[in-house]
């Protein structure tokens, strides 16, 4: 039972144009969701989160838009830049501890120049 | 202030065997989160300590254990390994306080290849 799922494998779009990247998820006892962004060799860095009492959060080029009756959510990058080519992970978790988070299967990113 | 450093990059171990990972937290941060990411799929979380206590764990068998240090250093002990072991291995190190969500910072990873 996959709680946290993204259901795009991957994503190719142009510089400068919008990226959105979905997530959809289970359990409703989810307080916070978080996108991280993965490049080769690294581990996941934290880029956005939002908490489960607001429906976006806005963070420079990232923004991040939940809908609770749907139990969806969704990253938008614009303008998208050849630098954010990455794997992205959706994630999410109960209480504050983020240590403990359900994590979606990854979308790659892909932005041409 | 340093980030979260894993020990070692790459391991080839053969099933059956025993295996010890290693992973430095950030200064500072008392929680350390250990996952286990397989080929093609996020990471899925195995444990966490807390203060040197186990703080919760995720679905994985008791063949995996893990020590939480006094500096906040940790290890993941997996005994028995079998074929499916092989994967990557994060950890995360965090500072707990309940006040408000925390943010963890991830190492780049434990390369573990079971044959």
């Known amino acids: 039972d996959q709680q946290v799922k993204q259901n795009s494998p991957s994503l190719s779009v142009q510089e400068g144009r919008i990226s959105i990247l979905n997530c959809d998820y289970t359990n409703s006892m989810f307080d916070y969701f978080l996108w991280y962004k993965k490049y080769p060799a690294e581990g996941p860095t934290f880029l956005i989160s939002i908490s489960s009492i607001k429906d976006k959060n806005e963070d420079g080029r990232f923004t991040v838009f939940l809908n609770k009756s749907a139990k969806h959510l969704s990253l938008h990058i614009v303008p998208s830049q050849p630098g954010d080519s990455a794997v992205y992970f959706c994630a999410a978790h109960k209480n504050t501890n983020a240590g403990k988070s359900t994590f979606g299967d990854g979308t790659t990113l892909t932005v041409k120049p | 202030e340093t980030g979260v450093t894993q020990s070692p990059t790459h391991l080839i171990k053969t099933r059956g065997q025993q295996v010890t990972l290693r992973c430095s937290s950030q200064?500072?941060?008392?929680?350390v989160s250990w996952y286990q990411q397989a080929l093609g799929q996020g990471p899925q979380f195995i444990f966490q300590y807390y203060r040197e206590e186990e703080n919760g764990r995720g679905n994985f068998p008791p063949r995996f254990s893990g020590l939480q240090f006094p500096n906040y250093s940790s290890e993941l002990n997996v005994n028995a390994l079998e074929l499916d072991d092989s994967a990557l291995y994060l950890c995360?190190?965090?500072?707990?306080?309940?006040?408000?969500?925390?943010?963890?910072?991830f190492g780049p990873g434990t390369r573990l290849t079971v044959l």
């Open positions: 995360a190190s965090s500072l707990l306080t309940g006040a408000s969500t925390d943010t963890q910072y």
């Open positions: 200064s500072g941060h008392n929680t």
